[in-house]
Nanobody, 130 residues
Framework: QVHLVESGGGVVHPGGSLTLSCVAS????????MEWHRQAPGKQRELVAR???????NYADSVKGRFTVSRDNDKNTVYLQMNSLKPEDTAMYLC????????????????????????WGQGTRVTVSL
């Protein structure tokens, strides 16, 4: 089983900074794409940032220039550095990752092979307020 656990959320003033982390653990073979989503009450869930395994980033227009996504594949971890935070950034931040496990070979598969699935974390809450 694979688990994603986010951390780093909290309460900050406008203009402040936070760094979120998401760690994939369990029977992990390899972590591929990792994403940060956020959801606030009454609003549609928004894709905030994503990174491929090689670290290539992509951002929502609403956070470009303020947020930075990065990853450490040796630690199976993705980070989201959030600067110049605004009240509109208040939300539950959720981590999504595509993760593979290794399946041992059997009568149908002579060699071990990867099985890839999508996983979600429980989320970490970010509040930007005076």
């Amino acid at each position: 089983q694979v688990h994603l656990v986010e951390s780093g959320g909290g309460v900050v003033h406008p203009g402040g900074s936070l760094t979120l982390s998401c760690v994939a653990s369990g029977n992990v073979f390899r972590v591929y794409a990792m994403e940060w989503h956020r959801q606030a009450p009454g609003k549609q869930r928004e894709l905030v940032a994503r990174t491929t395994r090689d670290g290539s980033p992509n951002y929502a227009d609403s956070v470009k220039g303020r947020f930075t996504v990065s990853r450490d594949n040796d630690k199976n971890t993705v980070y989201l550095q959030m600067n110049s935070l605004k009240p509109e950034d208040t939300a539950m931040y959720l981590c999504r990752a595509v993760v593979s496990i290794m399946i041992e070979g059997d009568q149908s598969h002579y060699s071990d092979y990867e099985q890839t699935n999508e996983y979600w974390g429980q989320g970490t809450r970010v509040t930007v307020s005076l």
